[in-house]
């Protein structure tokens, strides 16, 4: 019966996204007034089909290797002048396919549409906080207020992964949505890397921002410990978000947290304890509400949850 459910709210989501994004398109498209839109016009041709690359998308600064402004320790760029169509063909990898390929593959969508400075995606988590403690084995609702992206696309995560370049809407926000990973730590002062295929909970946040404010019930809550919960935040085809200068502010954000079976912050003293307590109980009464609200739009969110079989 659970399962049923969800079924029906993936179907309902899946077939939403693809019409908003479609509804997006057309107006991008109207609006348009570049060269390859009249060229397209003009030969009557489909530029989503035709297999010949569009004159007006070639991009000559890719046949410069970067070296003729050296830096030291700067290296060759790769050169293309037909905008790397055929890469793919010069590495013995498959191709990605719209599938998550777990061997490695080879992408071959390019990358797209790339925000201002102006929209450039940032947030921050708002439960936890950083430091928080919180208690053991008992439900709360990871929350982050995220700004300069349209969150609530995304596309089958099975057939679509990076299968489309990045998209902006109307106001030149990437469309897309974002992601909360926790990973267990050995201690809040761990100084080794944490392996990437290893979570202790992992959920595609599907839904639109409400207020500016993404959120995620992580059901049953976890073990005592520390952890890191990290968002990936990322266009509707789950890949990273893009921006369009290389030194920027974080686009993502992480905060570390421990978990304890009376909910207490170790020698804290007594102030910390109580503000600790202050903060679990204001999450805790959050996820009572988010829970509460959610099940009925998104009852699936919880199942998507399945540590670590999520492919989203
Ligand atoms: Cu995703």
């Given at each position: 019966?659970?399962?049923?459910?969800?079924?029906?709210?993936?179907?309902?989501?899946?077939?939403?996204?693809?019409?908003?994004?479609?509804?997006?398109?057309?107006?991008?498209?109207?609006?348009?007034?570049?060269?390859?839109?009249?060229?397209?016009?003009?030969?009557?041709?489909?530029?989503?089909?035709?297999?010949?690359?569009?004159?007006?998308?070639?991009?000559?600064?890719?046949?410069?290797?970067?070296?003729?402004?050296?830096?030291?320790?700067?290296?060759?760029?790769?050169?293309?002048?037909?905008?790397?169509?055929?890469?793919?063909?010069?590495?013995?990898?498959?191709?990605?396919?719209?599938?998550?390929?777990?061997?490695?593959?080879?992408?071959?969508?390019?990358?797209?549409?790339?925000?201002?400075?102006?929209?450039?995606?940032?947030?921050?988590?708002?439960?936890?906080?950083?430091?928080?403690?919180?208690?053991?084995?008992?439900?709360?609702?990871?929350?982050?207020?995220?700004?300069?992206?349209?969150?609530?696309?995304?596309?089958?995560?099975?057939?679509?992964?990076?299968?489309?370049?990045?998209?902006?809407?109307?106001?030149?926000?990437?469309i897309g949505h974002s992601h909360v990973v926790v990973e267990k730590l050995d201690s809040l002062k761990q100084t080794t890397p944490t392996d990437p295929t290893k979570f202790a909970f992992f959920k595609g946040l599907n839904d639109p921002a409400q207020n500016g404010e993404l959120s995620a019930v992580v059901s049953g809550g976890l073990p005592a410990g520390t952890y890191k919960v990290s968002s990936i935040n990322t266009?509707?085809?789950?890949?990273?978000?893009?921006?369009?200068?290389?030194?920027?502010?974080?686009?993502?954000?992480?905060?570390?947290?421990?978990?304890?079976?009376?909910?207490?912050?170790?020698?804290?003293?007594?102030?910390?304890?109580?503000?600790?307590?202050?903060?679990?109980?204001?999450?805790?009464?959050?996820?009572?509400?988010?829970?509460?609200?959610?099940?009925?739009?998104?009852?699936?969110?919880?199942?998507?949850?399945?540590?670590?079989?999520?492919?989203?």
């Amino acid at each position: 019966m659970k399962y049923a459910f969800v079924v029906i709210c993936l179907a309902l989501t899946a077939s939403a996204s693809p019409l908003r994004l479609n509804w997006r398109a057309k107006g991008a498209n109207k609006s348009s007034s570049n060269a390859a839109a009249k060229s397209n016009t003009k030969s009557g041709g489909n530029l989503q089909s035709s297999t010949t690359l569009d004159p007006s998308v070639i991009a000559n600064g890719f046949e410069q290797n970067g070296q003729q402004v050296p830096t030291a320790g700067q290296v060759a760029s790769l050169t293309s002048s037909n905008n790397f169509i055929n890469f793919c063909a010069t590495t013995k990898q498959p191709i990605t396919n719209g599938q998550q390929v777990k061997g490695g593959s080879c992408n071959p969508a390019p990358m797209g549409s790339i925000p201002s400075t102006a929209n450039m995606p940032s947030c921050k988590f708002s439960n936890p906080k950083n430091l928080d403690t919180i208690k053991a084995n008992q439900n709360f609702t990871i929350t982050m207020n995220i700004q300069g992206m349209t969150t609530g696309n995304f596309v089958n995560a099975d057939s679509n992964y990076f299968a489309a370049p990045q998209q902006l809407d109307k106001s030149g926000k990437i469309i897309g949505h974002s992601h909360v990973v926790v990973e267990k730590l050995d201690s809040l002062k761990q100084t080794t890397p944490t392996d990437p295929t290893k979570f202790a909970f992992f959920k595609g946040l599907n839904d639109p921002a409400q207020n500016g404010e993404l959120s995620a019930v992580v059901s049953g809550g976890l073990p005592a410990g520390t952890y890191k919960v990290s968002s990936i935040n990322t266009a509707a085809n789950h890949q990273p978000a893009l921006v369009p200068v290389a030194q920027h502010g974080s686009l993502d954000d992480v905060v570390y947290f421990t978990v304890a079976n009376d909910g207490k912050s170790a020698g804290g003293g007594a102030t910390g304890g109580a503000k600790n307590t202050k903060a679990g109980g204001k999450g805790a009464d959050k996820s009572a509400t988010k829970s509460a609200a959610g099940s009925k739009s998104a009852g699936g969110n919880d199942n998507q949850n399945d540590g670590g079989k999520n492919k989203n």
